[in-house]
């Protein structure tokens, strides 16, 4: 069974340009999450998604980021403009969503992002 | 609100050392608390499990103790090997109100095993 999978896997861009992420999530999973990870720290959310919906965007800086899953599959996010700061990686992870708020969450390998 | 505190890192250990890694919670509630690991150039990864007071996860020769009066679920492994060399994350997810299905880290132990 395919794991989860985000391109691009590195990407490095100029402040202030525009970026995007995207996800596809395993088969099947109906709940779908971005976390960011800063250097030397764990990941925190930053949106979570239900089929469509996006139920908790409530750590998204929404000035500058966005995010979109159009039809409850795969899953775009997106920053414009970038700023030095958001030099990090960006995680995506889904889980099966019919079992409770503690089920397993599966893990994407990351996106690394490196303003200039 | 929620928060996870591991101990500091980075650790070193010699093969077939024995391994803790201290991780204490606070939360409201009874949250279920997990650990996660992430092998070089890999995503994270579950590891093990618990979901109330005084339960066992265990994985691959890694367990963990739900305590609730100490609010802690530290990371023990009798003998580790180099194969486990990692950053290891506690994390917890507490199922009330804004925080349901949002995990919570902490920051992260890597762990160096030597032959």
């Known amino acids: 069974e395919a794991g989860v999978v985000q391109s691009p896997r590195y990407k490095i861009i100029e402040k202030k340009q525009p970026v995007a992420f995207w996800c596809n999530p395993i088969?099947?999973?109906?709940?779908l999450y971005w976390y960011l990870q800063n250097l030397g720290q764990g990941p925190e959310l930053l949106i979570r998604?239900?089929?469509?919906?996006?139920?908790?965007d409530s750590q998204l800086p929404k000035d500058r980021f966005s995010a979109e899953r159009l039809k409850g599959v795969d899953s775009t996010l997106k920053i414009q403009p970038a700023e030095l700061g958001d030099s990090a990686v960006y995680l995506c992870?889904?889980?099966?969503?019919?079992?409770?708020?503690?089920?397993?969450?599966?893990f994407g390998p990351g996106t690394r992002l490196l303003v200039l | 609100g929620n928060s996870v505190t591991q101990m500091e890192g980075p650790v070193t250990l010699s093969e077939e050392a024995f391994l803790t890694i201290n991780c204490t919670y606070t939360?409201?509630?009874?949250?279920?608390l997990f650990w996660y690991v992430q092998y070089p150039g890999e995503g994270l990864q579950l590891l093990l499990k618990?979901?109330?007071?005084?339960d066992k996860g265990s994985n691959k020769g890694f367990e963990a103790t739900y305590r609730k009066e100490t609010t802690s679920f530290h990371l023990e492994k009798g003998s580790v090997q180099v194969s486990d060399s990692a950053v290891y994350f506690c994390?917890?997810?507490?199922?009330?109100?804004?925080?349901?299905?949002?995990?919570?880290f902490g920051q992260g132990t890597i762990l160096t095993v030597h032959p």
């Open positions: 939360a409201t509630g009874y949250p279920s």
């Open positions: 618990a979901t109330k007071a005084d």
């Open positions: 992870a889904s889980s099966l969503g019919i079992a409770g708020a503690d089920e397993t969450q599966y």
């Open positions: 998604y239900e089929n469509e919906e996006a139920v908790d």
């Open positions: 088969s099947g999973h109906n709940t």
């Open positions: 994390a917890l997810i507490n199922a009330g109100g804004t925080s349901y299905g949002k995990l919570t």
